[in-house]
């Protein structure tokens, strides 16, 4: 049976309050940038997926959180996530899958937690 995941509203609304969604210790104290006009959380969407820029400690987290089923990509994310963990290489940024990420509605959903990276979005950087 496919599971049904929050839409980016929903995730919005659980991210502005970041204690009480985020199931990740190093995030719970997380901020996610705010965008006008109405001061909730910026979203950055994709077909699958949104992301919000989390400032938690001092660092800087893209949270991506899944609004669809994303079938076995969840067992590939989860792979990438433990080999990461055991091997530290300095030419990637931190990134981690967490099952259990996000609270929304009082249901639990995986998110990607990834190192905030400044430059070009790679869509531009190619085709530059």
Wanted: charged residues 20%; glycine residues 10%.
């Amino acid at each position: 049976m496919t599971q049904v995941f929050p839409t980016r509203a929903k995730y919005q609304d659980a991210v502005m309050h970041g204690a009480k969604a985020f199931l990740v210790p190093e995030l719970k104290a997380g901020v996610a940038e705010r965008g006008p006009p109405l001061g909730m959380p910026k979203t950055w969407n994709g077909g699958f997926a949104s992301v919000f820029r989390v400032n938690s400690g001092g660092k800087d987290y893209a949270v991506k959180c899944f609004t669809m089923d994303i079938g076995d990509a969840a067992t590939q994310y989860a792979e990438v996530s433990a080999y990461l963990q055991q091997n530290k290489l300095s030419y990637f940024a931190h990134f981690a899958f967490h099952k259990q990420g996000i609270r929304v509605e009082g249901r639990e959903y995986p998110i990607v937690q990834l190192e905030w990276v400044r430059g070009a979005p790679l869509k531009t950087f190619i085709e530059k």
